[in-house]
């Protein structure tokens, strides 16, 4: 069981809006970046987010993400079907002296 | 052009041992912070290992550490696990990933498969 906890899954029809949420603790989220990947299973995981809001060169601005206290949350809008993926969570947690990935959420395009 | 290819995987036996290997070209190997990143099967993305661009610092995760070894070569372009102890529960798809530190595993390799079964 993963120290970030996400929801299984999430869906949105094209066009719309979606949040995902990664809820940690203060040795982890609450004091350290968080981190958003994309993955299809097969490929590559991808970097969306880094340090909480960041987006690399290439990602399109429909992904951001943001953070509060000991929660990060992505959000999704203009929703395409290319966006279907499992969307992980990531931070440094101070007392594991680690990186913790959530347990991922399935991105479904309806 | 970015990349990481990894080697070394494959079938091994509970108890044995495998050494994975990372040839990374097109940035500087040497700025980069690099990453073990594994997936079983059926499970989600767990991180590994991760060492410092100069290898100065390594930090493990608690269900490898004491039989992994995380290292790398700069002057190879080279990242590196040495995998001992090997268990049923280490089979999964293992990617080496990377970026500068701070700013997130920006560079992926395609991963490549570590199967433990007698």
């Known amino acids: 069981q993963s120290v970030l906890t996400q929801p299984p899954s999430a869906s949105g029809t094209p066009g719309q809006r979606v949040t995902i949420s990664c809820s940690g603790s203060?040795?982890?989220?609450?004091?350290?970046?968080v981190y958003w990947y994309q993955h299809l299973p097969g490929t590559a995981p991808k970097l969306l987010i880094y340090?909480?809001?960041q987006r690399p060169s290439g990602v399109p601005d429909r992904f951001s993400g943001s953070k509060s206290g000991t929660s990060g949350s992505l959000a999704i809008s203009g929703l395409r079907s290319e966006d279907e993926a499992i969307y992980y969570c990531?931070?440094?947690?101070?007392?594991?002296?680690?990186?913790?990935f959530g347990g991922g959420t399935k991105l479904t395009v309806l | 052009e970015v990349q990481l290819v990894e080697s070394g995987g494959g079938l091994v036996q509970p108890g044995g041992s495998l050494r994975l290997s990372c040839a990374v070209s097109?940035?500087?190997?040497?700025?980069?912070?690099m990453n073990w990143v594994r997936q079983a099967p059926g499970r989600g993305l767990e991180w590994v290992s991760s060492?410092?661009?100069?290898?100065?610092?390594?930090h493990y995760a608690g269900s490898v550490k004491g039989r992994f070894t995380i290292s790398r070569d700069n002057a190879k372009n080279s990242l590196y696990l040495q995998m001992d102890s090997l268990r049923a529960e280490d089979t999964a798809i293992y990617y080496c990933?990377?970026?500068?530190?701070?700013?997130?595993?920006?560079?992926w390799g395609q991963g490549i498969l570590v199967t433990v079964s007698s």
């Open positions: 203060t040795s982890n989220i609450g004091s350290n970046y």
């Open positions: 340090k909480n809001n």
């Open positions: 990531v931070a440094w947690d101070v007392s594991l002296s680690g990186v913790l």
């Open positions: 990933a990377g970026g500068f530190a701070g700013d997130g595993c920006k560079d």
């Open positions: 060492i410092s661009s100069s290898g100065s610092a390594m």
């Open positions: 097109g940035f500087i190997f040497s700025s980069y912070e």
